[in-house]
């Protein structure tokens, strides 16, 4: 099977910083993999590689077996700081990839309706960003991010910003969502707990100059619930994983 994305030994570096180390990676279609490592290793120059926001110094990035290295518009791509225009109402700020590039047409008014309604926030879709809460507008962006239509999303630290609670409610959203459009994810965050709850696999980064150290994967079964949190198989992944952050970042 053609992988849905193959990084094949990228670098990048910014003046006398290498941002990022040799990186090779390759994900499953409908697999989701989640990037760990400390700050400051490379992540998001590693999600601006992919993207094609960044073109990487050495290396390759290809989607569907096609090489689109240095190249834009393949793939979903919430950024970090993936702030919603204060002025543009949900459905609008949904639809903003298309008003950037193309036009908003009919379908993609519908479509933007549509995730809205199915994904919790049918009662807001004239709302502005202000009238809404934290965990609203990190569905928002998400729901913008779907709504490119592309198999591949890369999602930079979605929940960073959210309370415990209303991260474990995204967490089980962002799976029924994930499982419900079968679409791929590479996704980054600091929590642990996180990325096994969310993960087929989890990869590891040193700490800059950053590359992949270690590979996990996940056996849990799936639909994930909160209650495998607490079991033995889940923190025997965490401890696995603490240990290979606590065995590589220098403190
Ligand atoms: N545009 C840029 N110009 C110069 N240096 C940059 C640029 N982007 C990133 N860097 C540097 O590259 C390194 C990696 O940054 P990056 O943002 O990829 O880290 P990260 O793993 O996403 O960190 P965090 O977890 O804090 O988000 C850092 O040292 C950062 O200062
Ligand atoms: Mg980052």
Redesign the pocket.
């Known amino acids: 099977m053609t992988a849905k994305l193959a990084v094949n030994e990228c670098t990048k570096t910014?003046?006398p910083?290498v941002?990022l180390a040799s990186t090779t990676l390759a994900i499953e279609p409908g697999e989701f993999v989640s990037l760990v490592?400390p700050?400051?290793?490379?992540?998001?120059?590693l999600f601006n590689v992919v993207s094609g926001l960044l073109r990487p110094d050495n290396g390759r990035v290809e989607i569907d077996g096609v090489d689109v290295t240095g190249h834009s518009g393949h793939v979903g791509y919430m950024l970090?700081k993936d702030l919603l225009i204060p002025w543009r109402s949900v459905v609008d700020n949904i639809t903003l990839g298309a008003a950037l590039t193309r036009g908003v047409t009919k379908a993609d008014q519908t479509q933007a309706v549509d995730f809205a309604r199915r994904y919790g926030l049918g009662d807001f879709l004239d709302h502005y960003p202000h009238a809404l809460s934290g965990g609203m507008r990190q569905r928002v962006a998400l729901m913008r991010t779907l709504a490119t239509n592309h198999d591949l999303l890369l999602l930079d630290?979605p929940f960073g910003a959210l309370d415990s609670q209303t991260r474990l409610e995204m967490q089980q959203w962002l799976l029924e969502v994930w499982s419900e459009t079968q679409r791929t994810v590479l996704f980054?965050t600091?929590d642990v707990d996180e990325s096994i709850f969310l993960s087929d696999r989890i990869l590891v980064m040193s700490p800059?100059p950053?590359r992949i150290v270690s590979e996990l994967v996940v056996n849990l079964p799936r639909p994930r619930t909160l209650q495998q949190m607490t079991e033995p198989d889940f923190i025997a992944v965490k401890r696995q994983i603490l240990d290979l952050l606590h065995g590589t970042v220098t403190v």
């Open positions: 910014f003046g910083t941002a490592g700050s400051g290793c490379g992540k998001s120059t970090q630290e980054v600091h800059r950053g």
